[in-house]
């Protein structure tokens, strides 16, 4: 390669790099992914399946499953991972289902956490648009059931959204993770949806396998997470967690 040719391949780089954050491009993939900035998901065995330690950085992330099914709970442990670090969050509660007892039994600093409810859907698009652009957030998390997410006008507005998110969460580091909540009654083993999968780097599914007992009394259960994609490691893995009662989450040793 030419000395200009160089040249104009920096300025590209430098360019690319100025609009959408230091690490788009390196010149290692390996060590790029290895090195990739993340929250840990306060659960070793499973940081360590999705090959950088936790959910990424300045990337969309989501967590799928229905009602009881654990996702809430890494949801929040999550949080607390960020805040443990000093980092900031927002939780923009869709659903009007976030329990701040619960919240705290996992170790969420209720004070140091920005909980948003927003009246409609349109409402809650435009601050996420507004804390993604405007940075300065470590985690965006952004509870929204399947169903709304599946109708036409909420598909076509979710994914404008996103695709303006995609430059600022990159440059600025923020992770956004989505809470994607199905019907109790579901049992597809997949959701197919027009929105996410196109955009997510990472997405999660978590289910509930079986009920853990100590002595005579239920003391929580075991889920299972499968690492469905992962565009920065190998998808395709399941791990199992337990969850208990009292917010406390720990790794299968099965």
């Not at 992914?33 to 990337?59: C, H, N, V």
């Not at 900031?88 to 948003?116: E, K, M, N």
């Not at 929204?144 to 507005?157: D, F, H, I, V, Y």
């Amino acid at each position: 390669m030419t000395d200009e040719k160089k040249e104009k391949l920096e300025l590209a780089i430098s360019a690319i790099q100025k609009r959408w954050g230091t690490r788009i491009i390196g010149r290692s993939a390996q060590q790029a992914k290895k090195d990739f900035p993340s929250i840990s998901t306060s659960f070793p065995q499973l940081d360590e399946a999705l090959g950088i330690g936790g959910i990424p950085r300045g990337r969309i992330s989501e967590l799928i499953g229905i009602p009881t099914s654990g996702m809430a709970t890494l949801a929040l442990k999550i949080i607390a991972a960020a805040q443990e670090k000093g980092g900031t969050a927002v939780y923009l509660d869709l659903t009007r289902t976030f329990d701040p007892g619960y919240a705290w039994r996992c170790g969420v600093q209720l004070s140091h956490l920005t909980l948003i409810h927003p009246y409609t859907v349109q409402q809650s698009l435009a601050i996420l648009s507004d804390f993604g652009i405007n940075g300065g957030i470590d985690l965006l998390i952004f509870d929204m059931p399947l169903s709304l997410q599946n109708e036409p006008r909420t598909a076509l507005k979710l994914s404008s959204t996103l695709g303006r998110l995609l430059a600022p969460l990159s440059k600025n580091e923020s992770a956004l993770l989505f809470l994607t909540s199905l019907p109790a009654e579901s049992h597809a083993a997949y959701p197919e949806q027009a929105t996410l999968p196109h955009f997510a780097t990472l997405r999660l599914q978590l289910s509930k396998e079986r009920w853990l007992y100590k002595e005579q009394d239920v003391r929580g259960y075991e889920a299972q997470v499968l690492i469905a994609k992962n565009k920065l490691h190998t998808p395709g893995q399941n791990v199992r967690i337990d969850i208990t009662f009292n917010g406390t989450v720990e790794e299968d040793s099965v």
